[in-house]
């Protein structure tokens, strides 16, 4: 199987050097895998990185790096331009589109060794309409830092676990450790942009490309021997923010309103009596994006069946969402991911009473 990373890039002159010999690509890197081409989309930079690009195209193997740009400014037009070069590339060399795999990559994450043959294994072994999905790792510095913090995250996800689905199951995709085949990327419909009902562009664009190919019958397998460490950097700037999405990539409109709210907790020092609504909003994303969503959309493409546990004990909460049909999905997973979303802005205080059920932990109050 040929491998091709695509690598978004704006602005990443301190960390593109480093990420791009974590996979095994520029000065100073090991050797990477002989079948797998790393290709960097530059996306308007105004700083060095182009420069640094140069850099590492000239220290890596030759033919092993493409260097191209895309001035749409966005998230989903680079990583697209990237798999559209792929493409090019595959059929330039001849080869079928579904032994051709995609990983995608970002510009300031790094990758442990091993993660490129790890995910090249699992696409070798998997059957078609597969997507295929890293692990992320915090950074031993980053706990040691905010060790509260780390551990306050991890006791409120565990207290609505029993809540979510298995990984396999679930249809949120870490866009910068997953990989797919070309053939069925180009299946599902490719990397598009939509806009919510205020015009504002909904992010999360691998998820939205999963959702579309659970309606063909997709699955998920999750490769525990490719791991990598993603950056910060979103945490630092709000961490009240991240830690009550769970991470999750809201649009400014969302966040910038609920900063407004809560902008004197935004802080590393976190705990359950001081971010009482944040441990709320965290479970709520927990349960909405791990829980409602998966099911919701299973029953609609005929893989969760009414009668399953699982699904019976979210019955309550899934009534309060319309009807689905794959067609649905398949045409705006946008709104579907957004419609269930919206539960936590409009239905926070009845996500509240069913959680107040499963008691592993104190629960916050409705503000």
């Known amino acids: 199987m040929r491998a091709f990373i695509v690598i978004p890039c704006l602005n990443e002159e ?13 000065l100073g890197a090991e050797m990477g895998p002989a079948d797998t081409t790393l290709i960097l989309v530059d996306n308007g930079s105004t700083d060095r990185t182009p420069e640094i690009m140069q850099h590492i195209w000239h220290s890596s193997r030759e033919g092993a790096v493409v260097l191209t740009d895309e001035s749409e400014r966005g998230f989903v037009p680079p990583r697209r331009h990237g798999i559209e070069r792929a493409a090019e590339l595959a059929e330039f060399e001849g080869l079928s589109q579904s032994n051709v795999l995609i990983l995608q990559a970002d510009a300031d994450t790094r990758y442990r060794p091993g993660y490129v043959g790890a995910m090249l294994a699992a696409g070798e072994a ?4 597969t997507l295929i999905e890293g692990r992320a790792a915090v950074s ?3 706990s040691m830092l905010h060790p ?4 306050l995250a991890e006791r409120v996800d565990a207290s609505v676990q029993s809540l979510c689905v298995a990984d396999t ?3 949120i995709v870490d866009d910068k450790i997953c990989a797919f085949r070309l053939s069925d990327y180009l299946a599902w419909g490719g990397h598009v942009r939509e806009y919510d009902l205020r015009g504002e562009e909904i992010h999360a664009e691998t998820t939205r490309l999963f959702m579309r190919g659970k309606s063909f019958g997709a699955t998920k397998a999750m490769v525990d021997g490719a791991v990598a460490q993603p950056s910060r950097r979103k945490v630092d700037q709000s961490p009240a923010l991240y830690f009550a999405t769970a991470g999750f990539p809201h649009g400014g409109v969302w966040s910038d309103r609920w900063l407004g709210e809560n902008i004197e907790r935004d802080t590393f020092d976190m705990t359950d009596e001081g971010h009482p609504h944040a441990i709320l909003v965290r479970q709520c994303h927990d349960l909405v994006l791990f829980g409602i969503l998966p099911v919701w959309i299973g029953q609609a493409v005929g ?3 009414l009668s399953d546990a699982l699904g019976s004990r979210l019955s309550p909460l899934l009534a309060l969402l319309p009807s689905l049909t794959p067609e649905k999905i398949r045409d705006a997973p946008g709104w579907v991911l957004s ?5 936590i802005d409009t239905k926070l205080s009845r996500l509240e009473l069913f959680l107040s059920g499963y008691p592993p932990m104190p629960f916050a109050a409705e503000r």
């Open 14 to 26: 301190g960390e593109l050097e480093a990420t791009c010999a974590s996979l095994g690509f520029g």
């Open 140 to 142: 031993s510095e980053f």
């Open 303 to 305: 893989t969760v069946a």
């Open 148 to 151: 509260t913090y780390q551990a």
């Open 169 to 171: 199951e679930d249809v």
């Open 126 to 129: 998997s059957e078609p309409l």
């Open 339 to 343: 419609t269930a979303l919206d539960l």
